[in-house]
Nanobody
């Protein structure tokens, strides 16, 4: 399994970004949980959102609920994270991760064996 995260950048508070996690080694629809995590400087890695690949169920972390949306794109074999109404505290390196299984319950980074390389999101005025 290989994951490729992309889409990070610099955005002003209140702006939007769309991250994408390209997947190889399995197909959307297979029995995998794919999550986005983020890690701000000096902080622990935080779970953001999860997609259960086999049934499309999605789960969103409390700190981003109502602002972020996770979705699967079968044509690209990718999992996207649409981030709206971005705040300064959303600044972090964002990682996608995958593991055999299904959300919920897969919110600990130690649950995941496959990781993308991370993409930096900076929210700043």
């Amino acid at each position: 399994v290989q994951l490729q995260a992309s889409g990070g950048g610099l955005v002003q508070p209140g702006g939007s970004l769309r991250l994408s996690c390209g997947v190889s080694g399995f197909s959307l629809g297979d029995y995998y949980a794919i999550s986005w995590f983020r890690q701000a400087p000096g902080k622990e890695r935080e779970w953001v959102s999860c997609l259960s690949s086999h049934d499309g169920m999605t789960y969103i972390g409390r700190s981003v609920k109502g602002r972020f949306t996770i979705s699967g794109d079968t044509a690209k074999n990718a999992v996207d994270l649409q981030m709206n109404s971005l705040k300064l505290e959303d600044t972090a390196v964002y990682y996608c991760a995958a593991e055999v299984g299904a959300c919920p319950g897969f919110i600990d980074p130690r649950d995941y064996g496959s990781w993308g390389q991370g993409t930096l999101v900076t929210v700043s005025s």
